[in-house]
């Protein structure tokens, strides 16, 4: 007599496959939701370090050499070691920012994330009324948590 079906064994062999498979796909799904939110993070931390060398830059070009420097260099004191942090409003539109001495967090939207937007100048020579612009964007601690920007100014 010939029996018409599947064995026990080749059940089994297909049933793990079709898990194997699935779990496969599982696990490319979870890999790139991991790359689109590393991308999404630093795709806002390049906007809010954008952000900071926009402003520095309409502060250069609005104010004269003197007023500038007295601003950055002398009252925020962004030329020295620890530099100077950027504050703006996260929640009105109105464009207002200012230079600060201690770090000002910024969280957006419903992330979990606080970013510190740093920043560094100097002139470059001294006395030529150039400046180096040193930004930098760190969120959380660790490997892969800043990016760093520098943008030259002259009039």
Not at 9 to 15: A, D, I, R
Not at 28 to 56: F, G, H, M, P, Q
Not at 110 to 132: C, H, I, M, N, W
Request: hydrophobic residues 40%; negative net charge.
């Amino acid at each position: 007599m010939k029996k018409a079906g599947f064995s026990l064994l080749e059940v089994l062999f297909s049933v793990a496959f079709l898990i194997l498979v699935g779990l496969a796909v599982i696990a490319l799904n979870v890999a790139s939701l991991r790359l689109i939110t590393s991308s999404e993070t630093k795709t806002t931390a390049y906007a809010l370090n954008d952000e900071a060398i926009s402003y520095l830059a309409v502060l250069f070009h609005t104010k004269s050499i003197a007023e500038f420097e007295t601003l950055v260099l002398g009252e925020k004191d962004c030329d020295g070691p620890s530099g100077c942090y950027l504050r703006c409003s996260v929640t009105q539109l109105n464009q207002e920012c200012s230079l600060e001495q201690m770090p000002d967090t910024v969280q957006l939207g419903r992330s979990r994330l606080s970013f510190v937007r740093q920043l560094r100048v100097s002139e470059t020579p001294a006395g030529s009324d150039k400046y180096l612009v040193h930004t930098s964007v760190s969120w959380g601690s660790g490997i892969n948590r800043e990016i760093q920007a520098s943008y030259f100014l002259e009039k």
